[in-house]
């Protein structure tokens, strides 16, 4: 059975905005790592995951994946992430809890670590996901990745249907 992945923080959550509204400016990052000094801001909110606002845009994208499911008969499942240095003892929890809240039809895979993602992917799975190296990984494993961008759910939009309707035609 072919599996859509839905990451969620940068794909259904905001993380990068609900960070600059707690930190007052954008991220501030070097190859994507976390200024340390913001990181235990935001780290000193151990519910951070449960509050997350939604993306711009993640309703519509979650209903393209259910079509996905619903259609097509694949998987639906998110797949997250816990941080590196396992700091959040309660992401786990509060992960599901959010999912649960906004999405509650789709159950929660996790890496646990985001360099584990790779690790869940069958050939011809697809992966939406805002991180260039998790997105490479699903591919180098035979998956389909799709990349969102700038923390906007634009072009992944246009990207999913398209590849909607592939699955459409594949399937008659
Ligand atoms: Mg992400």
Redesign the pocket.
């Given at each position: 059975m072919t599996t859509f992945y839905l990451?969620?923080?940068?794909?259904v959550a905001d993380f990068d905005r609900a960070a600059e509204l707690l930190i007052g400016r954008p991220r501030n990052t070097t190859d994507g790592r976390w200024d340390p000094a913001d990181w235990q801001r935001i780290r000193n909110n151990q519910h951070w995951f449960r509050n997350l606002p939604k993306m711009q845009g993640s309703d519509q994208l979650v209903d393209l994946a259910r079509q996905f499911r619903d259609q097509h008969a694949w998987r639906l499942l998110f797949l997250t992430a816990i941080p590196r240095d396992n700091d959040f003892p309660w992401a786990f929890w509060d992960k599901i809890l959010w999912a649960q809240e906004h999405y509650p039809d789709i159950p929660v895979h996790f890496g646990p670590y985001s360099e584990d993602k790779q690790t869940h992917c069958q050939p011809g799975d697809l992966l939406v996901?805002?991180?260039r190296d998790n997105c490479q990984q699903w591919h180098d494993q035979g998956g389909i990745a799709v990349k969102v961008n700038d923390n906007s759910l634009d072009e992944a939009l246009v990207k999913v249907r398209a590849l909607l309707s592939t699955a459409r035609s594949a399937s008659g």
């Open positions: 990451d969620m923080d940068g794909v996901d805002d991180r």
